[in-house]
């Protein structure tokens, strides 16, 4: 499985040097994704889905004015990795017009952990922590 982003950008696994972990896809402004097709002409995603709209379907043309409303991301694992989700709109922190929910799905074997603990309790934890190791 790790080098499942080489095979889907068609790059060879010989050389250390040449293994991706990482694929984003997506028609973003500052990241519009390079269709490398020979079979049309040399375009970004953002072109393609503004010359085909239809493509998005008209619910998600209709919503989202024509844009693809999301990044696709493909990531080959092979050690722990601590994946941030951004579950709601903070624009302060993230400033987009989208949104950032996120959603994984497994193409091979995955193991994982979600859902965390309220603040509160875990802010009791770490003074009940910090009382132990002060004491010592």
Request: with cysteine.
């Given at each position: ?27 973003h402004p ?32 209709d919503t ?63 003074k009940c ?8």
């Amino acid at each position: 499985m790790l080098m499942v982003v080489n095979k889907l950008l068609l790059v060879s696994n010989e050389a250390p040097p040449s293994v991706f972990c990482q694929l984003w896809t997506g028609a973003h402004p500052k990241g519009d994704a390079l269709i490398k097709d020979n079979r049309i002409a040399q375009r970004t995603l953002g072109q393609w889905i503004a010359d085909y709209p239809a493509c998005l379907g008209s619910k998600v043309k209709d919503t989202f004015h024509g844009q693809l409303p999301f990044l696709f991301k493909v990531l080959s694992v092979n050690t722990a990795l601590s994946i941030q989700a951004h579950p709601n709109r903070f624009p302060e922190h993230y400033p987009d017009n989208n949104h950032k929910p996120e959603m994984a799905i497994a193409l091979s074997q995955f193991e994982g952990l979600c859902g965390f603990r309220p603040v509160e309790e875990i802010i009791g934890f770490l003074k009940c922590e910090w009382h132990t190791w002060h004491e010592n």
